[in-house]
C-alpha cells in the first residue's frame, strides 16, 4: 500500500476514535449507567470503521480450503505462563484462547476468529497453560511416550533451539494445508530461522506475543523539553538516529534528585535505561549479526567483522557511562521486578530515553508525561534502514510435535486461524490497541510503521551456539569490553556447537 494512504488512513482511524471517545465523555455527564455500553459501542463502531477502510485498500484473501468436519475434536495448544516471576508476570499468551467476549478488543477478537474457525471445522481450541520451563519438559516427554496430547506447541525462541535439535518438531515445509509464502505468516522468521532448508519454528499473523518482543526506544518529551532537545522524529525521518546521537543526547541529563551524592535507578535522574539484552539488540539494529546463513541455508559465523567491532565499542561506551546510562540488569537480583523499575523511572520523568519491548508501551498508558516512540538506533548515518529485532527471551512461535497424528487437519486449523487473524487480532492489537489507546501523538505511528517494517532474528542468538550470545548479553552488566579475545577462545567451540545442530537437522524427516 502507498506509505501517504496508509498514513492518511491512520489519520482517519485516529480521528474516529477520538470522535466516539468525545460522544461517549459527553453522556457521561447526564447518565453513568450509559457510560460502559456507549464506550463499548464506540469501539465496535471504531473497529467497524476500521475494518471497511482496512477492505478499500486491501482485498481480502483466505486460504483455499474447503470446510471438513472433524468430529468436535479439541484442538490443543501448549503454552507457557510465568506468572510468579516478577519480571515476566505479564508475558503470557493472549493470541490463543478467550473464553469469551468481555470488550477488551484483543480477547474478542481471539474469541471471535477462534469461533469462526471452530465452526468450520467443528474442532474446540483449548489451550493448556503451564509453568515456564515445563514446556519443553513435558512436550518432550510426551514425544518419548508418543502420546499425541499436543497439537501445536509455543515455545519461547530461546527455548525452542535444544527441544529442535532433540527431534522433537516437524518440518513446517512439509505440513500440507501450510501455504509459507502468504501473506499471514512472518517472512522474517521463514528467512532467519531455518536450517539447511528445515523450518521447526514459525511466527505469524496467530500470534502477537511475538510482536510484544520486537524492540524499540522510547522518550519522555518533558525532559526533551526541559533540556531544550532536538525532536528525536525529525533525527530519524533524516535518517541519523544513530548509537551516537543517542550518547549525545543522553549526557547532561543525569542528576542526584536526592542529594545523596550517589546516583542510584530508584532515587536519580539519568539519560537512558539499558537492559543486558540491548547488547545484541544494538549489534543487530547496526547492522550485524552473530550468526547468519550461506546460500545453502547452513548457518555461518558472522561475528568479528570490523564494522561488528565498531557497532561493539559504541556499545561498550553506553554501557559504561554509569554518569549517564543505568543498565538495569545490573540491579536484577531475582527479587527486584526491574521492569516495573523501568516504568516507574520513565513514568516518574527520570529517564530521557529508555531501550524496551513493545509491551512495555502499554504499561505507559497511565503515564501522565508525555512520550513518544523511535526504532532502535543505526550505527551510523549511511547505514539504509533502520532494523527491529525479535527478542527472543519474549518471543515466542509455534512448533509442531512429531507425535501429531493428523497433518491434515493441524495444517487446515493453522492456516485458517492464522489468516483470520490478520484481518482480526492483528487490526486489534496494532490500529485499536497500540495505535489508538497507548500511541501518543501522530509521529509515534508513523515511528511504528518504520519499526515493524525491517525486522530481524539473530540465529546465533537464538542457538546461543556454545554459549557465546548469553555470554556476550552479560558483557555489558559485568563491564566487559574484550569482546575481540572472548570471540578468539569461543570461535572454535561456536563451530563445534553449528556442526552438532546442522547434523541433527540432517537426521530430521
Known amino acids: 500500500m502507498n506509505p501517504a494512504i496508509k498514513r492518511f488512513l491512520r489519520l482517519l482511524i485516529a480521528v474516529l476514535v477520538a470522535l466516539a471517545l468525545v460522544s461517549c465523555q459527553t453522556e457521561n455527564k447526564t447518565d453513568d449507567t450509559k457510560d460502559t455500553k456507549n464506550t463499548n459501542a464506540a469501539v465496535n463502531s471504531t473497529e467497524e470503521n476500521m475494518q471497511k477502510q482496512k477492505e478499500t485498500t486491501e482485498a481480502r484473501i483466505y486460504p483455499d480450503l474447503e470446510a471438513v468436519d472433524f468430529g468436535s475434536y479439541e484442538f490443543s495448544f501448549l503454552t507457557r505462563t510465568a506468572s510468579t516471576n516478577p519480571n515476566w508476570a505479564e508475558w503470557d499468551h493472549r493470541d490463543i484462547f478467550a473464553e469469551a467476549e468481555n ?49 501445536v506447541v509455543c515455545p519461547h525462541l530461546t527455548q525452542f533451539a535444544p527441544v529442535a535439535q532433540g527431534g522433537n518438531y516437524l518440518n513446517f515445509f512439509t505440513v500440507p494445508n501450510l501455504d509459507l509464502s ?30 510484544d518482543a520486537m524492540e524499540a526506544m522510547i522518550f519522555n518529551k518533558t525532559i526533551l523539553k526541559e533540556h531544550e532537545l532536538e525532536n528525536p522524529y525529525e533525527i530519524v525521518m533524516r535518517g541519523e538516529w544513530t548509537f551516537d546521537k543517542l550518547m549525545e543526547m543522553s549526557k547532561g541529563i543525569a542528576k542526584d534528585l536526592n542529594g545523596d551524592g550517589a546516583m542510584y535507578f530508584k532515587d536519580d535522574l539519568f539519560g537512558c535505561i539499558l537492559q543486558s539484552d540491548t547488547s545484541i539488540s544494538f549489534y543487530v ?28 565499542d559504541k556499545l561498550s561506551e553506553l ?17 527486584t521486578a526491574i521492569y516495573d523499575e523501568q516504568v516507574k523511572m520513565f513514568s516518574e520523568n527520570r529517564a530521557l530515553f529508555s531501550w524496551i519491548r513493545m509491551r512495555i508501551v502499554e ?51 493453522l492456516e485458517d486461524l492464522c489468516a483470520e487473524s490478520r484481518y482480526t487480532l492483528q487490526p486489534a492489537y496494532y490500529e485499536i490497541n497500540l495505535q489508538g489507546k497507548f500511541m501518543r501523538d501522530d509521529e509515534s505511528r508513523e515511528m511504528l510503521d518504520i519499526i515493524l517494517s525491517n525486522t530481524a532474528h539473530d540465529i546465533g542468538y537464538v542457538y546461543n551456539f556454545a554459549g557465546f550470545a548469553i555470554t556476550i548479553l552479560h558483557y555489558g552488566r559485568d563491564k566487559k569490553t574484550g569482546y575481540a579475545s572472548y570471540f578468539e577462545t569461543y570461535e572454535t567451540k561456536m563451530q563445534a556447537a553449528i556442526d552438532k545442530t546442522i547434523e541433527a537437522y540432517q537426521k530430521l524427516d
Request: proline share 5%.
Open 319 to 335: 554501557m559504561l557511562d554509569e554518569d549517564n546510562i543505568v543498565q538495569l540488569h545490573r540491579y536484577n537480583d531475582g527479587k
Open 182 to 211: 502468504r501473506p499471514w505468516w512472518d517472512q522474517g522468521t521463514i528467512r532467519d530461522l531455518s536450517v539447511i532448508n528445515k523450518l521447526l519454528i514459525l511466527q505469524g499473523d496467530l500470534l502477537i506475543l511475538d510482536n
Open 103 to 151: 470488550g477488551d478488543v484483543i480477547n474478542d477478537a481471539v474469541f471471535r476468529r477462534n469461533r469462526k474457525i471452530e465452526e468450520k471445522y467443528n474442532v474446540t481450541i483449548k489451550e493448556i497453560v503451564v509453568a515456564d520451563p515445563n514446556v519443553e519438559s513435558l512436550l518432550t516427554k510426551s514425544v518419548k511416550a508418543g502420546d499425541d496430547i499436543y497439537d
Open 363 to 413: 504499561r505507559l498508558r497511565g503515564m501522565e508525561p508525555d512520550f513518544g516512540i523511535i526504532p532502535l538506533p543505526k550505527l551510523d548515518k549511511a547505514q539504509e534502514k533502520y532494523i527491529t529485532h525479535n527478542n527472543p527471551h519474549a518471543g515466542v512461535g509455534i512448533s509442531i510435535p512429531v507425535t501429531a497424528s493428523n497433518l491434515e487437519r493441524t495444517g487446515m486449523v
Open 285 to 312: 539494529s547496526g547492522g550485524e549479526k552473530i550468526c547468519s546463513k550461506d546460500k545453502n541455508d547452513y548457518p555461518i559465523i558472522t561475528f568479528g567483522t570490523e564494522k561488528g567491532y565498531r557497532i561493539l
